[in-house]
């Protein structure tokens, strides 16, 4: 019920900004925003723009009938006036589920950047992060069964917790005798992520394969890591995969197999595996960043721009 009172507020609050200012373009995050988008739309004769950082009918652990956000998303990608993303995975579906012109690409690259570091770290105990929601299907049990594997190893985990799973993380923590190697942080601003990430020795991005937005997936901790210098262990989802192994970022794993993924942390410890793979980081930091995808967005907004005035030239985006 909370959630529910919480939702018609956040819609009704939206509504009412859009009829207030009554933007010329509107710039929508997901389906939590889309509804205000369509709406402000037909309300105010708002450009709309979709922007998709899931295939929402294909996301983990939804309690929706998947038939209504198929529904929803066909809707959203058909109103909407242009549909951009993050992941070529996701466009690629959205084309051919939907029968519309690809989305756009618009990476989340964070836009702060650690100054490179190309030496490994002797005489401190290796360190491996993961950096995001605290959640299922992101390898994090199979990391801690990892972790039990290689006793010299810490671990840290940030972000926030979803669906109650921080308990069963610990409990499994306390049950493989690691609690006292592993470090669980609450998440940070953005700005602040190098504060947590760039004295560890590698990334840990072990997205299992349990929906087709996983599989898909090409996920902002990858442009975090890559951004604070750190290379990346990796799942074998395939946008993902495909990334760390063309640009030699790191090696992969497989996410439900602790002995793999301890073997592979093993491997990218090695003092001459580290350099190797945090000159390909830097050079892939060195070419990508905010400024690059921002005009990218940039080009999305500019067909829409008019002479009628500033606010026919403000985008809008509503977020949860």
């Not at 756009?104 to 401190?124: D, S």
């Not at 470090?183 to 349990?210: F, K, N, T």
Request: aromatic share 8%; charged share 25%.
């Amino acid at each position: 019920m909370r959630r529910f009172v919480a939702t018609a507020d956040f819609y009704c609050r939206g509504i009412s900004l859009v009829r207030r200012i009554e933007p010329g373009l509107i710039h929508a995050n997901d389906y939590n925003t889309a509804w205000i988008g369509i709406l402000g739309k037909w309300l105010t004769g708002a450009r709309l723009i979709y922007d998709s950082h899931e295939l929402w009918p294909d996301r983990n652990l939804r309690p929706e009938p998947r038939g209504w956000l198929l529904f929803c998303e066909a809707l959203f990608v058909r109103v909407a006036d242009e549909v951009i993303t993050t992941s070529p995975g996701y466009a690629a579906v959205l084309a051919r589920r939907y029968r519309i012109e690809s989305p756009r690409l618009v990476r989340n690259v964070p836009v702060w950047q650690a100054l490179p570091n190309l030496e490994p770290r002797p005489g401190n105990p290796p360190l491996a992060v993961y950096f995001g929601a605290l959640t299922r299907n992101r390898g994090l049990a199979t990391a801690l069964r990892a972790l039990a594997l290689v006793p010299e190893l810490r671990m840290r985990f940030v972000g926030p917790e979803a669906w109650g799973y921080r308990q069963d993380l610990d409990a499994l923590a306390a049950e493989l005798s690691v609690a006292d190697r592993l470090e669980v942080l609450d998440p940070v601003p953005p700005d602040q992520a190098a504060s947590v990430l760039a004295d560890a020795d590698l990334g840990l991005a072990l997205i299992e394969p349990a929906c087709l937005s996983y599989r898909m997936t090409l996920p902002n901790k990858l442009y975090e890591y890559v951004a604070a210098g750190l290379p990346v262990l990796s799942s074998e989802v395939p946008v993902l995969a495909a990334q760390v192994r063309e640009n030699g970022l790191g090696l992969i794993a497989d996410s439900r197999d602790p002995v793999g993924v301890a073997a592979g942390i093993r491997a990218m410890l090695e003092p001459g595996a580290q350099v190797t793979f945090r000159e390909a980081v830097s050079r892939l930091a060195a070419e990508t960043s905010w400024d690059r995808e921002r005009e990218k967005l940039a080009d999305v907004y500019s067909p829409y721009r008019t002479r009628r005035g500033p606010r026919q030239m403000t985008g809008f985006n509503f977020n949860e």
